[in-house]
């Protein structure tokens, strides 16, 4: 079955510390891939997506993400957090031709001043 | 003016009890969703929608039912609830391929 792994579950950092969220997927054929991200009691908000070209692509509030297909991930970045930034971040894999997107397991990113 | 909304955003009831939340898109997408978030944060698909035909049902138990009476709304009906029904339930919509856009949640709790 199709599953999306985010293995740092909770991070930690002081602001203006460098983030780097991993993610990979188990899928062989072609998928979209998406970063979301839940501000505490809010509700989910795209960060960014990748469907095709560049394999860098660029989102909101600075963040970034790098497809390497042969890695079969999608790594989130961002150079320098802030305490704004703070948040539970969610990766996702929606497999092409389908309606059906499949979350990764959630990293908690805490960020103090 | 938003997107993807839900009614109610808080539902607090007792185990044994039908309730229902309801959702409404007003982006124009053919493609509705329900997720479940548990207490560990992780989203689950439920079902989605296209254009009203049911497309994904993925293994929820019976006393879950979608309905969707067009293709901006798709509610949920939940009978004889049970204590792991708590959680926080979203409703999205998407267009084609594209990313699924959020509504605000509806937490459920039942005692």
């Known amino acids: 079955a199709q599953s999306v792994s985010q293995h740092n579950h909770h991070v930690i950092l002081s602001e203006a510390a460098s983030l780097e969220l991993g993610c990979n997927y188990s899928?062989?054929?072609?998928?979209?891939l998406f970063w979301y991200v839940q501000y505490p009691g809010q509700h989910l908000q795209l960060l960014l997506k990748?469907?095709?070209?560049?394999?860098l692509v660029k989102g909101i509030k600075g963040f970034e993400a790098e497809f390497i297909k042969s890695k079969f991930s999608f790594n989130l970045r961002k150079p320098s957090v802030q305490w704004s930034d703070t948040a539970e971040y969610f990766c996702?894999?929606?497999?092409?031709?389908?309606?059906?997107?499949?979350f990764g397991t959630g990293t908690r990113l805490q960020v103090f001043p | 003016d938003t997107a993807v909304s839900q009614t109610p955003k808080y539902l607090v009831t007792q185990m044994g009890n039908d309730k229902s939340i309801k959702c409404e898109q007003n982006l124009g997408h053919d493609t509705m969703y329900w997720y479940k978030q548990d207490s560990k944060k992780f989203l689950k698909i439920m079902f989605s929608y296209n254009n009203k035909e049911l497309i994904i049902n993925e293994t929820v138990p019976n006393r879950f039912s979608p309905k969707s009476p067009d293709k901006a709304h798709l509610n949920l009906h939940i009978n004889s609830l049970e204590l792991g029904d708590s959680a926080v339930y979203f409703c999205?919509?998407?267009?084609?391929?594209?990313?699924?856009?959020f509504g605000e949640g509806s937490r459920l709790t039942v005692l």
């Open positions: 999205a919509s998407s267009y084609d391929e594209g990313e699924l856009f």
């Open positions: 899928y062989g054929g072609t998928v979209n």
């Open positions: 990748y469907f095709s070209g560049d394999p």
């Open positions: 996702a894999v929606k497999l092409y031709n389908t309606d059906k997107l499949i």
